[in-house]
């Protein structure tokens, strides 16, 4: 059975920190990693990394206060989020493919075709 299983979101006061952690089972990918989706707002690619070279993407956004990490033997990706904004809010889904998406952010963030989803996790951080 194929899954993508999330956990450790929840609610934060700006400034905090949050680590997200997504198990994958089931099937063999080569990049792994995180979007998220605010109300009213189109998804957006936040950081993957690839199972094959390690090599790592990440929005601007995040750049500095988010880092991504990949346990092989685990098959868990984290998402370790520090200095929390009031617009990080948002569902964060793991995502994984089994193509070479994480060669660059943008090829990441173009969502479209992905092969596994997460179910969502959401992140609240209050100013």
């Known amino acids: 059975e194929v899954r993508l299983v999330e956990s450790g979101g929840g609610s934060v006061q700006a400034g905090g920190s949050l680590r997200l952690s997504c198990e994958a089972s089931g099937f063999t990918f080569d990049a792994i990693g995180w979007f998220r989706q605010a109300p009213g707002e189109q998804r957006e690619g936040v950081s993957c990394?690839?199972?094959?070279?390690?090599?790592?993407q990440h929005a601007d956004f995040v750049k500095g206060r988010f880092t991504i990490s990949l346990d092989k033997a685990k098959n868990t990706v984290y998402l370790q989020m520090n200095s929390l904004k009031p617009d990080d809010t948002a569902t964060y889904y793991c995502?994984?493919?089994?193509?070479?998406?994480?060669?660059?952010?943008?090829?990441?963030?173009?969502?479209?075709?992905?092969?596994?989803w997460g179910q969502g996790t959401l992140v609240t951080v209050s100013s």
């Open positions: 995502a994984a493919d089994s193509g070479p998406r994480c060669g660059s952010y943008s090829y990441w963030n173009y969502y479209f075709g992905m092969n596994y």
């Open positions: 990394i690839s199972g094959r070279d390690g090599k790592i």
